[in-house]
């Protein structure tokens, strides 16, 4: 199956439940939030502006990566793209590799004709700088789209899985630390849902990433869209119930980098977890597989999820007497 093929498949597997994690949860549910029955504010004061990766917010929300390549991917793209104008937020595309190997897919990731505004984070994987690429292939992916920074995915699980997948994974913090200093933008790095560790975190203590994006388990498992992909059912599913729950991934890179802003992502779908996630430290949150169907629909149904979600945040903050998404950050850290 050529890249392109594979894309699709995703996408396809992706509207199904069987891509979650069936018996690992991203850990959130276990937190329990402050409960203020004097709050002393006034819910449309309550603040969700903030900042992240120099550029402005009107709240802590990121559309996570998804897709790009096929004109379906263009389509989903462009729908997130225009509801992250609207509202505000910030937006990271899909995988770029396939845009780099066949150049016609780029016109699938270009979407700032209807976002010029928002914070864009283009995305490569981190396997292929191991497979002869490096700062040229990184800023070529991130000024043919517009973009103003990258995430750099980190993926072993999801490769093993993969027919054909990376593999080859031996010298890549060498290789992380040689490449990404020459590249004039932020990077950041990423898991694709399997969760990143805090010994992972400390392994890239020299590397100047701008952000990490922890990517917790407990939403969708990429071995499982793999799986689904490949045979047409899960055939593997003990090996895609492994990783890091989110809550877990957040806590541990938190403490060993307390230094980086933090991107939690991995089965984040109410603005209740998006709260706990900041409780945790996190800058920001990504939210993704939620958006999916709504992105094939229209900008509308998009905006519409979206706006649940930043008003169930808003009210978190509100119910807890935090008057702004700064009060917030780090305040579960010890729970």
């Given at each position: 199956?050529?890249?392109?093929?594979?894309?699709?498949?995703?996408?396809?597997?992706?509207?199904?439940?069987?891509?979650?994690?069936?018996?690992?949860?991203?850990?959130?549910?276990?937190?329990?939030?402050?409960?203020?029955?004097?709050?002393?504010?006034?819910?449309?004061?309550?603040?969700?502006?903030?900042?992240?990766?120099?550029?402005?917010?009107?709240?802590?929300?990121?559309?996570?990566?998804?897709?790009?390549?096929?004109?379906?991917?263009?389509?989903?793209?462009?729908?997130?793209?225009?509801?992250?104008?609207?509202?505000?937020?910030?937006?990271?595309?899909?995988?770029?590799?396939?845009?780099?190997?066949?150049?016609?897919?780029?016109?699938?990731?270009?979407?700032?004709?209807?976002?010029?505004?928002?914070?864009?984070?283009?995305?490569l994987g981190a396997a292929q700088l191991l497979r002869g690429y490096g700062e040229r292939e990184i800023v070529r992916a991130i000024e043919t789209v517009g973009a103003d920074a990258l995430a750099i995915h980190t993926n072993p699980l999801q490769e093993a899985l993969q027919p054909g997948g990376d593999t080859r994974f031996r010298g890549i913090v060498a290789r992380l630390e040689a490449v990404v200093p020459r590249v004039p933008y932020p990077l950041l790095l990423k898991e694709v849902g399997h969760g990143l560790s805090g010994a992972v975190a400390r392994a890239v203590e020299r590397v100047p990433f701008a952000a990490l994006d922890v990517a917790g388990a407990g939403g969708t498992s990429w071995a499982r869209v793999e799986d689904l992909v490949a045979h047409g059912r899960v055939t593997r599913p003990d090996l895609a119930e492994i990783g890091i729950p989110t809550a877990q991934a957040l806590r541990e890179v938190r403490a060993a980098r307390p230094d980086l802003p933090l991107v939690a992502s991995g089965g984040i779908t109410?603005?209740?977890?998006?709260?706990?996630?900041?409780?945790?430290?996190?800058?920001?949150?990504?939210?993704?597989?939620?958006?999916?169907?709504?992105?094939l629909e229209s900008a509308d149904a998009v905006v519409a999820v979206l706006e649940r979600l930043i008003h169930e945040l808003r009210v978190a903050l509100f119910v807890a007497g935090l008057p702004d998404v700064d009060a917030a950050r780090g305040m579960l850290e010890e729970a």
């Open positions: 199956m050529d890249i392109l093929g594979r894309k699709l498949k995703h996408i396809d597997a992706c509207l199904s439940d069987e891509v979650r994690y069936q018996t690992v949860t991203t850990g959130l549910e276990a937190l329990k939030w402050p409960y203020r029955a004097l709050p002393e504010q006034n819910l449309e004061e309550v603040s969700l502006r903030t900042e992240f990766l120099g550029r402005p917010l009107a709240a802590p929300v990121v559309i996570g990566a998804m897709t790009g390549g096929a004109e379906r991917a263009a389509r989903i793209n462009r729908n997130l793209a225009e509801a992250a104008q609207r509202l505000g937020l910030g937006m990271m595309l899909g995988s770029q590799r396939v845009m780099l190997e066949r150049p016609e897919a780029a016109a699938s990731f270009r979407v700032r004709e209807v976002a010029p505004d928002i914070l864009l984070i283009g995305n109410s603005g209740l977890e998006a709260a706990k996630c900041l409780g945790l430290g996190a800058q920001v949150v990504a939210v993704a597989r939620p958006l999916l169907k709504p992105a």
